[in-house]
T-cell receptor, first 117, second 119 residues
Framework: AQKITQTQPGMFVQEKEAVTLDCTYD???????LFWYKQPSSGEMIFLIY??????QNATEGRYSLNFQKARKSANLVISASQLGDSAMYFC??????????????FGSGTRLSIRP | GAVVSQHPSWVICKSGTSVKIECRSL??????MFWYRQFPKQSLMLMAT?????????EQGVEKDKFLINHASLTLSTLTVTSAHPEDSSFYIC???????????????FGNGTRLTVT
């Protein structure tokens, strides 16, 4: 069975500081993908970044980077130079059976990030 | 690219009536779409996987007769909440992958969700 765990229900960070959102996962699939999504109060899900289990380097997308530690089964999201607009819910997600177009994505419980001015 | 449109964005209905929610992939084809449900301040729970031209695959505990899914074309999936009750009030959100042009590692793209309130 697959499982995603986010242990930080909420975080407060000062504007312009970096923040790390934790995510650990469990899967028996040999290949899988890890994703981070942002959900503002309006409700839409915004894709931020992904990491494939066989990728050698950590993924980066602008101010977002993913600290992937495969042996520890962790995929933490790092947001550099946080902005007020970063305040939102953040979900870590995983997709197993990487080779199948129908393989589903499961989500962690989320972390509510609040940026203080 | 890879835009998913969901309609309506919100709906209020009376108990006992049925509500249909549409999910369209606007600029790509999606053989598979996914329907999620989200309660306030909670995570997204997968309800079912919608497969074009075949029956949907429901997650354990989801009533297939209550949540009817139809995926009649490569760009449209619908979720119908039948005989809605107040406990069905929730945020429903669909998603799809552009598996053809973006490859097997493409992320899910989400619609903006439908907030259903059953009175």
């Amino acid at each position: 069975a697959q499982k995603i765990t986010q242990t930080q229900p909420g975080m407060f960070v000062q504007e312009k500081e970096a923040v790390t959102l934790d995510c650990t996962y469990d899967t028996s699939d040999p290949s899988y993908g890890l994703f981070w999504y942002k959900q503002p109060s309006s409700g839409e899900m915004i894709f931020l970044i992904y990491q494939g289990s066989y990728d050698q380097q950590n993924a980066t997308e602008g101010r977002y980077s993913l600290n992937f530690q495969k042996a520890r089964k962790s995929a933490n999201l790092v947001i550099s130079a946080s902005q007020l607009g970063d305040s939102a819910m953040y979900f870590c997600a995983m997709r197993g059976r990487w080779y199948s177009s129908a393989s589903k994505i499961i989500f962690g419980s989320g972390t509510r990030l609040s940026i203080r001015p | 690219g890879a835009v998913v449109s969901q309609h309506p964005s919100w709906v209020i209905c009376k108990s006992g009536t049925s509500v249909k929610i549409e999910c369209r992939s606007l600029d790509f084809q999606a053989t598979t779409m996914f329907w999620y449900r989200q309660f306030p301040k909670q995570s997204l729970m997968l309800m079912a996987t919608s497969n074009e031209g075949s029956k949907a695959t429901y997650e354990q505990g989801v009533e297939k007769d209550k949540f009817l899914i139809n995926h009649a074309s490569l760009t449209l999936s619908t979720l119908t909440v039948t005989s809605a009750h107040p406990e069905d009030s929730s945020f429903y959100i669909c998603s799809a992958r552009d598996s053809i042009s973006q490859g097997y590692n493409s992320p899910l793209h989400f619609g903006n969700g439908t907030r259903l309130t059953v009175t």
